[in-house]
T-cell receptor
Framework: DIQMTQSPLSLAASVGDRVTITCRTS??????LNWYRQRPGKAPELLIY???SLRTGVPSRFRGSGSGTDFTLTIDSLQAEDFAIYYC?????????FGQGTKVEIK | EVQLVESGGGLVQPGGSLRLSCKAS????????MTWVRQAPGKGLEWVST??????????ADSVKGRFTISRDISKNTLYLQMNTLRGDDTAVYYC????FGSGYPSSFGGLDVWGQGTTVSVSS
């Protein structure tokens, strides 16, 4: 199975801050890396697919980048609704696997 | 509006069975791959199973293989997850989710763009 390692597992930030979350995979995944946001008590929401493609309707403050085994989600100018848990997910090979999640909290 | 609504969760004893349903609206199930993902209390997301848009290919996590079966009824536009021989570590919120892109794209492309609200399964004596 492909292992996903996110870092950090938690961080504290303020509204307006830039936040960067990293996801490392245990093997190459041909850019099939997706990012989700999960607000408390809600289902996950797709933000970025295939490393860097912004899902329609998602604000442009979300950016995905990376290649090989190292990927990054950047949130420019954090908003109140962005305090949540973020998960990376590889869809290159089954079993699809998720990272442990990164909790973004209010500083 | 594209929407998924799960049902069928509940409290079941270890070794018991449960069938989850996921009613789709705004699209037809035979156009997109469909997936079940679960989340144990206070834990992260775990992929459970995927069925191809054609319905003839299914994938399962090792933790549920041989116990769970994914299926669909196109006439009802409903996805199912039959869960047998349930164990305590199957306790979770179960979400159904839709692949973002349909025919012409591989299952691996696009992520899961629409999710249901989740249904809770509790396995306990």
């Amino acid at each position: 199975d492909i292992q996903m390692t996110q870092s950090p597992l938690s961080l504290a930030a303020s509204v307006g801050d830039r936040v960067t979350i990293t996801c490392r995979t245990s093997q190459m995944i041909s850019s099939y890396l997706n990012w989700y946001r999960q607000r408390p008590g809600k289902a996950p929401e797709l933000l970025i697919y295939t490393t860097s493609s912004l899902r329609t309707g998602v604000p442009s403050r979300f950016r995905g980048s990376g290649s090989g085994t190292d990927f990054t989600l950047t949130i420019d100018s954090l908003q109140a609704e962005d305090f949540a848990i973020y998960y990376c997910q590889q869809s290159h090979l089954t079993p699809w696997t998720f990272g442990q999640g990164t909790k973004v909290e209010i500083k | 509006e594209v929407q998924l609504v799960e049902s069928g969760g509940g409290l079941v004893q270890p070794g018991g069975s449960l069938r989850l349903s996921c009613k789709a609206s705004g699209f037809t199930l035979n156009t997109y791959d469909m997936t079940w993902v679960r989340q144990a209390p206070g834990k992260g997301l775990e992929w459970v199973s995927t069925v191809s848009r054609s319905g003839d290919i299914t994938y399962y996590a090792d933790s549920v293989k041989g116990r769970f079966t994914i299926s669909r009824d196109i006439s009802k536009n409903t996805l199912y997850l039959q869960m047998n021989t349930l164990r305590g570590d199957d306790t979770a919120v179960y979400y159904c989710a839709k692949g973002q892109f349909g025919s012409g794209y591989p299952s691996s492309f696009g992520g899961l763009d629409v999710w249901g609200q989740g249904t809770t399964v509790s396995v306990s004596s």
